[in-house]
């Protein structure tokens, strides 16, 4: 039950990673660039909508083309783990969820910095 629930908050929270990462490091944008203050499109020039906008097509794109499966397995995984190393603990399922966000970073992240170690796309 532990990895079904690491699967669906993997999955959920990586859009509001995907936020947090345009409004702190960058995020790439299909057709339209890397969007972030490290990026060449300034987040803080956009209003919030327009930001999220962004973030929600690159989160689809994204997510068609692979991420909505790599997410759950993470999600799986960090869930299951967690699971097992605080299964005595009076908080194991917030501990759960934390693993699971902590785990729906690491493709996030691998994303935004994907054009540095294979070139520019």
Known sequence: ?????????????SILVALLFAYTFRIPIPM???LGPLGG???YSMGFS??????????LFYGLFGGFVILPVFGA??????????????NKRQMVV????????IPVFGLSIL???????
């Open 32 to 34: 339209g660039g890397m």
């Open 115 to 121: 054009d540095l170690i294979i070139g520019p796309w």
């Open 98 to 105: 934390l693993w699971a966000v902590l785990a729906g970073m």
């Open 77 to 90: 995984i960090a869930g299951h783990l967690a699971s097992q190393k605080f299964s005595a603990a009076g």
């Open 50 to 59: 327009g930001v999220l906008t962004s973030v929600a097509v690159a989160w």
């Open 1 to 13: 039950m532990d990895s079904i629930r690491g699967a669906i908050v993997a999955l959920t929270s």
């Open 41 to 43: 499109l300034n987040p």
